[in-house]
């Protein structure tokens, strides 16, 4: 039987040992380095809130509504949960947007949230004096934070977990990429074969010392308590003031009012405090009184009330507002459950279940991408960084979110070689996978500093006027923060073959779009794999996944007798895209550009500078990737944009990838995706074995219940992603990305819907779909072939 460590004794590392025990699958030791609840989850304001803005996010979200009343069925222990309904209140019009897009995930999961006026909200002793409108949750619940964690401990204790108090772990061990144990503060060893570090806020020290990618950062998060509020409704519902950044609760005829902070006060979790059990801070008033304000404003009784208590303890907040979870891709075996951002407690419930299922069953039981902690930037751990973040990531928790939104705070993380070059064409900066690239390139100041919206994009026409270059001319992407991965020696071909499924024994010089699939034929990468020599090959994914996509292909290696080497940022990649490329490099070059396969790379010369130029497009027009040394890549930059090639950004590749319905890897594809499912099956080699090969093989005699479709929407609404697909007044799937093509004006989105065995796609065609997008019905059409050049004439001309 496995031996499991569990450290921290709060909400998320008691959860998981109750879960992690139901089976009997291994033995679970939970270590604690004071007493239970003693660090954060003692203090925690026990909001339960199941609807989130993303549908594996509320799905999590969701369990606490099952879990906690059979916790308490099987325990005979009080969670203090009970039901009392919420409202989400909303001060600027454009919040309503948000908030429809929210119900319409909600209601196909099952909740029952609802939009309302202002004079829908039926709480008594409120003034809404500003409140456009609101969203009514009738599943919003609370708990009591020690009361549930108690229960933990009882249903663990009694399915054989042992839970140390005052156990103090010093360090991990490890051997090589693996996890062996801990180390005690007293000297003693324990072995494990698993590590679970759940210790919020003093994780980041253990996971530092381990090599581990941890970025999150403690803060002082405040909230207050009023005394007793004669006339209150009980329960009170949870209310959510979020243009204020205020949420109130009702707590046995008191009032709980708290908020998230802008520019939020670090706290140093191993300063002199840092072991100081059930923490409270001062009171801190200045911080604190925006936050009173809004309350009294919202509910005017409270002047006429006094404050019983001023709660001011540490909370642990992660750079991007989302939760670190799953096994960590530096070592093996060691997994997280960190940087709850203030909803740990809500979270525990769901956090504990899948943890649990992935570590006994060695991969993570849904797509948790969003919150996986493989897609943790190294440099975003750093002191400087985390800190500089904490200027509005814990406010963000309640900020309006803008499609389309940019951080402001920590900016600069990565950039490219040719940053600076990209600037001075007029690039407009935004991050993407946590690099600075060019979303757009302004020619004025007029179009450098463009406002938000929920509807038509006041960059679109910029991106119009940059894809439109590709017609005659030659448009230049910046496509630098690609992994690149070189893979070699005597057993690379065995392993690209075993990993990859398209046929990988090719001539050296062949460049093969292919699928890396997991052993239940989901998609893990899309790639492509450029061979180089007998015994060497180049593989490229995406920029957001560098980080899981290079744990996942050590761990695939393993038995491989091969070299893996990251060489992400010693090449800088120019994309050299549209119909005047193949001159325009000509004109720099002496080598043969007229005879160059699609999907072949060669070494080539470009204005005196070796590079290795690939023919691929992600944007669907004739082109060249050019992979160029870090040393050599201002010479080329300044050939190519001397020669008459123009910048063009991030949205406008966006918007030309969607044109040719190419799949993006984290939206439309992903773990719980299949290839035949997402319309892939050209990228399938049934002729040999590869990893997924048998799931893969029995789906495609079993026949597809769903597939991937491109639709087209003529009334042109922002589609952004996780939008409802109606048919014939039910949800048949949900949109999984959305934009307006650059070239031909359509609005399309990709979605999955499901369908009959052995439905044909004319069938599907044939259907008639609407998507609900923000609180209205759009008509879809499904498009049997992607409106632009279909056939690919211009890509591989």
């Known amino acids: 039987m496995r031996k499991i460590v569990i450290i921290g004794g709060g909400a998320i590392g008691l959860s998981l040992a109750c879960h992690l025990t139901k089976t009997g699958a291994a033995s679970v030791e939970l270590l604690e380095r004071n007493t239970l609840t003693s660090g954060t989850s003692w203090h925690a304001a026990g909001i339960v809130g199941p609807l989130r803005a993303t549908p594996n996010m509320t799905r999590l979200a969701m369990y606490a509504g099952e879990m906690f009343p059979r916790l308490e069925a099987e325990t005979g222990m009080s969670t203090g949960y009970r039901r009392t309904g919420g409202y989400w209140l909303a001060r600027d019009p454009a919040r309503m947007d948000e908030l429809h897009r929210i119900a319409a995930l909600g209601r196909h999961f099952g909740l029952h949230p609802t939009i309302t006026g202002p004079e829908g909200v039926t709480v008594p002793g409120l003034d809404l004096s500003g409140v456009v409108g609101a969203m009514a949750v009738e599943e919003d619940a609370n708990v009591n934070p020690v009361d549930l964690c108690m229960a933990y401990a009882r249903a663990a204790k009694a399915q054989g977990a042992v839970i140390r108090e005052n156990a103090r772990v010093e360090r991990l061990l490890t051997e090589g990429h693996r996890v062996t144990g801990v180390v005690m503060a007293d000297g003693a060893v324990i072995r494990a074969d698993q590590v679970a570090l759940c210790a919020g806020a003093w994780s980041k020290r253990l996971a530092d010392q381990a090599g581990v990618t941890l970025p999150l950062q403690a803060v002082e998060h405040m909230y207050v308590v009023t005394e007793p509020m004669p006339g209150m409704p009980h329960p009170f519902p949870v209310l959510r003031d979020l243009d204020r950044g205020i949420y109130v609760k009702g707590d046995a005829g008191k009032l709980v009012i708290g908020g998230f902070e802008p520019r939020a006060k670090c706290w140093d979790a191993y300063g002199p405090e840092g072991d100081r059990p059930f923490l ?259 593989l490229v994914s995406g920029a957001a996944t560098r980080w899981r996509d290079a744990a996942w292909l050590r761990r695939r290696s393993a038995g491989f007798d091969v070299t893996i080497a990251d060489v992400t940022e010693a090449e800088a990649v120019i994309g050299v895209m549209g119909a005047g490329s193949r001159e325009t490099l000509a004109g720099l070059s002496s080598d043969d550009w007229q005879d160059f396969p699609f999907s072949t790379a060669r070494q080539v010369t470009v204005a005196g500078q070796p590079c290795t130029a690939q023919r691929v497009s992600f944007v669907g027009e004739l082109g ?174």
């Open 280 to 538: 409270e801070m001062p009171e801190d008033w200045d911080q604190f009184t925006p936050f009173m304000e809004a309350a009294l404003a919202l509910i005017p009784g409270l002047a006429q009330a006094g404050i019983q208590h001023f709660m001011n303890g540490p909370e642990s907040f992660t750079v991007d507002t989302r939760p670190l979870i799953g096994e960590t891709p530096e070592v093996d075996g060691l997994f997280v459950a960190a940087g709850m951002n203030s909803v740990g407690v809500m979270s525990s419930a769901g956090v504990g279940r899948v943890l649990a299922d992935w570590m006994l069953a060695g991969h993570a039981p849904m797509d948790l991408w969003e919150v996986d902690v493989a897609r943790a930037d190294p440099l975003a751990a750093a002191a400087a960084h985390v800190e500089a973040r904490m200027e509005e990531a814990v406010a963000d928790a309640f900020a309006l979110h803008w499609p389309f939104r940019q951080p402001g705070a920590g900016r600069g993380l990565r950039k490219s070689a040719l940053h600076d070059l990209w600037g001075d064409q007029g690039a407009v900066f935004g991050l993407t996978a946590g690099w600075e690239r060019g979303l757009w390139y302004a020619r004025d100041a007029s179009e450098r500093d463009l406002p938000y919206s929920v509807g038509a994009q006041p960059w679109f026409p910029i991106a119009q006027r940059e894809a439109a270059v590709m017609a005659q001319g030659t448009a230049l992407l910046d496509l630098s923060p690609f992994g690149k991965f070189d893979i070699s020696g005597p057993d690379a071909l065995r392993l690209m073959q075993h990993i990859a499924t398209a046929n990988m024994d090719v001539a050296p010089g062949r460049a093969v779009y292919t699928l890396l699939l997991n052993e239940s034929g989901g998609i893990e990468g899309d790639v492509t794999i450029l061979r180089r020599a007998a015994d060497r090959f180049r």
């Open 624 to 797: 060249w990737e050019l992979y160029v040394p870090v040393a050599h890549a201002t010479a080329v930059f300044r050939a190519l944009t001397g020669a008459g090639a123009r910048p063009m950004g991030h949205y406008a590749l966006d918007a030309c990838r969607i044109e040719k319905a190419f799949r993006h890897m984290g939206h439309d594809i992903g773990p719980e995706v299949s290839p035949l499912e997402a319309g892939l099956g050209f990228a399938v080699d049934w002729s040999k074995d590869f990893l997924g090969k048998p799931a893969l093989a029995a789906q495609r005699a079993d026949g597809i219940t769903r597939r991937l479709v491109l639709f087209d929407l003529p009334g042109h609404p922002l589609v952004l992603h996780d939008e409802p697909i109606w048919e014939a007044g039910r949800v048949v799937g949900l949109t999984t990305s959305g934009a307006r093509g650059a070239r031909t004006g359509r609005t399309l989105a990709l979605g999955l819907v499901g369908i009959a065995r052995g439905e044909t796609m004319a069938q599907t065609c044939g259907r008639i779909f609407t998507v609900e997008i923000a609180g209205k019905h759009h008509e879809a059409q499904a498009l049997a072939r992607p409106p632009f050049d279909p056939a690919g004439e211009r890509m591989k001309a």
